[in-house]
C-alpha cells in the first residue's frame, strides 16, 4: 500500500512541476527541414550557425506575395496559405531570387511580447542553405490543435555558395 501512495505522490508531483501546456513546434509537412522551438523573440544574430548572415525580416505578419528587398540585388518571395487540415493554421513559403540564399528562417507567431518562435535551420542541409521551401509555420497553441498565426518572418541570409 505504500508502495502505491508514493508512486501516487510522485505521479502528481511530476504534473504538477510540468506546469500548463506549453506550445511545441508542429509537425515538419513538406519544409526541408523540420521545425525547432525556440524561446523568446529570437534575432538571426542570437544563434552561432549564422554567424556572417544579414537578416531580412517582415515589419508584421507576413503578406501573400510580398517581397522583401535584398540590398537591391535580389528579393525573397512570399507565399502565406491557409492550411484546413489538423493542425490548421497559417503556412509560409518562400524564394529567393539573386545571388543569395538562406541559411535560417524564424517563423515568430502570437504576440510579440508573449514570445517563442519556430527555427528552421538549413546549415545541416548538404549545401548549408536553401533558395526555397514550403509549408514553414509558427509553433502550435496548446494543447497543440492548431498552427498560431505568423506575426512576424526573420531570413538569416547569406550570398549563394558562402556557406557550401
Known sequence: MRCV????????????????AAAAPGPQLRAEVAPEEVADNPDCDDFDQFAGSEEFDTDNAPANGEELDINGQGTITLGVTQRTEEPDGQLLSFSVDGPFA?????????????????????????????????????????????????????FCVVPDGSNT
Do not use: C, M, R, W
Open 5 to 20: 501512495g508514493l508512486g501516487l505522490t510522485t505521479a502528481l508531483a511530476v504534473t504538477f512541476a510540468a506546469g500548463p
Open 102 to 154: 538562406v541559411v535560417g528562417v524564424i517563423v515568430k507567431g502570437g504576440p510579440a511580447n508573449e514570445g517563442g518562435a519556430n527555427l528552421y535551420d538549413y546549415t545541416g542541409t548538404p549545401a548549408g542553405q536553401i533558395e526555397a521551401d514550403e509549408d514553414l509555420h509558427a509553433q502550435l497553441n496548446p494543447p497543440g490543435n492548431a498552427i498560431t498565426d505568423i506575426s512576424h518572418v526573420a
